[in-house]
């Protein structure tokens, strides 16, 4: 099994009550489940954005960086439970692979929103990519998919 950031595959799951369809589901494997870490951490939707300040997931794993929202509020411990969630459920389905939403303070890998609110980037995984890559799980994004693509 393979897990899939949900909003991929067009649940309107985003902060926003939106998804990020993409363009075609002909490269997804069948034997996916959907998953959402924000919805699982607790959070509504929609929500205030949120981005992780002064670090990135594993920082947030390790208590050493929070994530915050636009308004200022603290969802650092929903999106540390949201992220345990996910690791519960692909260990359930014995999944070994994740495709996830880029940039995202949840599901980013590589490179994840900066905690600006300006859409700049910054190096680094969400949260829940580092605690599935801790923990022996791949993580991809959309963009492994489609390299040619504009998301
Ligand atoms: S990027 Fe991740 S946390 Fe954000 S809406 Fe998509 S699945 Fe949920």
Do not use: W
């Amino acid at each position: 099994m393979i897990l899939i950031s949900a909003c991929l595959i067009g649940v309107n799951c985003n902060y926003n009550g939106q998804n990020n369809a993409l363009p075609s589901l002909d490269k997804i494997p069948k034997n996916i489940v959907p998953i959402c870490p924000e919805q699982l951490g607790g959070l509504p939707t929609p929500r205030p954005p949120a981005e992780i300040i002064l670090g990135d997931g594993k920082d947030v794993l390790e208590g050493n960086a929070k994530v915050i929202t636009i308004k200022g509020d603290d969802v650092t411990e929903n999106f540390i439970f949201g992220a345990e969630q996910v690791l519960k459920i692909a260990q359930v389905c014995k999944a070994k692979e994740a495709i996830l939403k880029a940039n995202s303070p949840s599901c980013g890998k590589g490179l994840i929103y900066d905690g600006s609110f300006k859409g700049k980037l910054k190096k680094g995984d969400g949260v829940t990519t580092a605690l599935l890559e801790q923990n022996g799980i791949k993580v991809l994004t959309e963009k492994d998919l489609f390299p040619h693509q504009c998301f």
